[in-house]
């Protein structure tokens, strides 16, 4: 039986939010602000983290980079009223592995907290390699040339997937179904700039870019002409 955090400071949603989860067989901690989330989340028995953005004491993004800065890998859903994509990006790179814009339905809210315990229990152990780009998948580590990339998490999981189908253009909706879900990824633009960011922090300081974008199919990974 999976074990939720949810860190929610609106009683009234999240009463609701805990009877709901526990009809569908989740065991539920609920914190109302920040402080109380940190101290919840040091006990590191939850499976996943459902995080407002907007909170008394210390705000969701805080909370996200302090669990982050510990090591805590537990997956993090955020909850946000604020759906410009830079802001959303601003949430995923500090460390949250998906958001979900206020008001939502519950049943889309089941359906990415299924899509986060799929992921935070597969077990992955490859190197993937193309030219002089290296990804761990087991540690998390990139490098370029023998250099250290850091990523954000999606950032990382974005170029995973690339990694593994190196050479073969993916569509926006392909790439948006294997980070997010299936049917209820976030705006288009969100994923533009998910990928302008991972492609300045790859292909920075190389003199042969790897990610390059094929106008109106998508994206591919690869050392061959863009």
Not at 64 to 91: F, H, N, W, Y
Not at 158 to 164: D, P, R
């Amino acid at each position: 039986m999976s074990r939720l955090l949810l860190v929610e400071d609106e009683d009234r949603l999240a009463r609701s939010l805990v009877v709901g989860l526990q009809d569908e067989g989740y065991l539920v901690d609920r914190a109302g602000d920040g402080e109380e989330a940190l101290w919840l989340a040091a006990a590191g028995h939850h499976d996943a983290v459902i995080l407002d953005l907007r909170l008394p004491k210390v705000g969701g993004l805080e909370v996200c980079r302090t669990l982050r800065s510990k090591g805590t890998r537990t997956p993090i859903l955020m909850l946000t009223a604020c759906d410009a994509p830079q802001e959303v990006v601003t949430g995923l790179d500090v460390g949250a592995d998906d958001y979900l814009t206020k008001p939502f339905e519950f049943g889309v809210l089941l359906a990415r907290i299924r899509a986060l315990l799929r992921r935070g229990s597969e077990g992955k152990s490859a190197k993937l390699r193309l030219a002089d780009l290296e990804l761990d998948a087991a540690t998390h580590a990139v490098w370029r040339d023998g250099r250290e990339v850091a990523l954000s998490r999606l950032e990382f999981r974005l170029l995973e997937f690339l990694l593994l189908h190196a050479g073969a253009v993916q569509s926006k909706a392909r790439i948006t179904a294997a980070l997010w879900d299936d049917e209820i990824g976030p705006d288009s633009n969100v994923l533009e700039v998910l990928v302008s960011n991972l492609r300045r922090k790859i292909d920075r300081g190389s003199a042969r870019p790897l990610l390059h974008t094929r106008r109106g199919a998508g994206y591919v990974l690869s050392d061959g002409d863009p």
